[in-house]
């Protein structure tokens, strides 16, 4: 008989928790993870490879994370000073371990990206870059923060030459467009060159748009994009995680819209992934699957809701309009429901097919509607994690890692520290 995989949720949903509960259940387990993480820098044990996914510089975003928390509630720094010796050196600690990991293993990315290049945030060597710049810029060396800027911008043209395919967040355009972003939200608009973020979104709104006119069938949907010969619907390798993408570019989407014929396939594309999701409110992993089953931000509704809440925005009702944002909001209400039934996940801790990412995703279904019991039910993921964290800890491939294992729970639970209502997903959202 194979593994469920899911628990069973009893977790209570609409209990009003005491205003420290969260901290007293949360902080020994958080302590804790740091100290495994600390060790996994040591040794390299759970980890693999030079990449945000599954290597050291995931660790580097988790310490940043800590960093940006600490240094932004100064209640929080001085309380969590007093708790044990990991502390002690506050967010400035966090910041410089987080610097030291990106100065080893930024040769080790780029000597890996010259053989094998890989061109996103979470797979190769713009991830690795894009965190040093915005390291650099939070340790006060701005010179050195906009020459790593403009080595991740010199990656460009390799990118606008991948394969036609190579789209989605994980291994294609999408995921270098996420870096540039992550590194303009950092550094402010003028560290990265807007002509070279409208040439990303452009070519992406191009080969979706290709794709769509090549086969009648897809008409419907405006855009679509493939994977390895699947069209892909999620987050991970989907057109979700694409079109979230494209609207976290912001302006430069704006002005390529304006200037191009994607404002109607856009607003299809939307409206059709909406009609795609299940009763549920989950997402199919293709197009045309059937069945009800993965529950996880790779695969299925939690790589949907980022979108959703984004889509509800005040700035997006010009592009979506009033009735597609209402649906938008009906469809996270429907896929927070399902992900907080299934989303208890037996993979482990991680943000990818884990419980951390699951718990962000009810994060985004609950920004989706200004939902408060939608951020409780995010809540009370990350109270199970810290409960239970010792034994799903060793369950998938890679457990100190950000995607697979701990780093997302750890992100997680600092986020509850400081303040849920603000969590977002770790390398996917801003």
């Not at 607003?267 to 909406?274: E, H, T, Y």
């Not at 409960?387 to 369950?395: A, D, S």
């Not at 491939?397 to 520290?417: K, N, T, Y």
Request: glycine share 10%.
């Amino acid at each position: 008989m194979s593994q469920p995989r899911h628990f069973q949720n009893n977790l209570e949903r609409t209990e009003k928790l005491s205003g420290q509960e969260p901290v007293v259940t949360v902080l020994p387990s958080l302590t804790q993870a740091l100290k495994v993480l600390q060790k996994a820098v040591a040794t390299g044990e759970g980890l693999r490879g030079p990449s945000v996914y599954t290597g050291l510089p995931g660790i580097a975003f988790v310490y940043l994370h800590v960093h940006q928390v600490l240094l932004r509630n100064a209640a929080l720094a001085k309380q969590l000073g007093h708790q044990d010796p990991i502390w002690a050196e506050g967010a400035a600690g966090f910041l410089e371990a987080a610097a030291a990991i990106l100065e080893a293993t930024a040769p080790v990315a780029c000597s890996l990206h010259s053989r094998h290049p890989r061109m996103t945030f979470l797979e190769g060597y713009p991830g690795v870059i894009a965190l040093q710049a915005v390291c650099y810029h939070h340790r006060g060396k701005q010179r050195e923060a906009l020459q790593a800027a403009q080595v991740l911008e010199t990656m460009a043209s390799s990118v606008t030459e991948c394969p036609e395919g190579e789209c989605e967040v994980l291994y294609g355009r999408a995921g270098y467009l996420y870096a540039l972003c992550f590194v303009q939200k950092h550094l402010g608009s003028e560290a990265i060159s807007s002509a070279i973020l409208e040439t990303i979104c452009l070519q992406i709104l191009q080969e979706g748009a290709a794709n769509v006119d090549m086969d009648a069938s897809l008409r419907s949907w405006g855009l679509m994009y493939q994977w390895h010969y699947k069209q892909y619907l999620g987050g991970c390798h989907g057109i979700a995680g694409i079109l979230y993408t494209l609207l976290l570019s912001g302006s430069a989407l704006e002005r390529v819209i304006t200037a191009g014929d994607y404002r109607t396939r856009l607003q299809a594309a939307a409206s059709s992934l909406l009609d795609a999701c299940f009763p549920s409110g989950n997402l199919p992993p293709s197009l045309g699957g059937r069945q009800d089953t993965l529950v996880q931000w790779c695969h299925g509704a939690p790589g949907l809701t980022q979108l959703l809440a984004e889509m509800c925005q005040s700035r997006w009702q010009p592009l979506f309009g009033d009735e597609l944002q209402a649906r938008a909001r009906a469809t996270a209400e429907r896929a927070g429901n399902t992900i907080w039934e299934r989303g208890l996940l037996t993979k482990g801790l991680g943000l990818c097919h884990g419980i951390s990412g699951n718990a962000y995703a009810l994060s985004a279904a609950a920004r989706a509607g200004d939902d408060q019991q939608m951020h409780h039910s995010a809540l009370q993921f990350g109270l199970f994690m810290a409960e239970h964290w010792e034994k799903l800890y060793p369950l998938p491939d890679h457990p100190s890692s950000l995607f697979e294992g701990l780093g997302g729970a750890v992100c997680f639970w600092m986020d509850i520290l400081d303040d849920i209502n603000q969590a977002h997903f770790p390398g996917f959202e801003l």
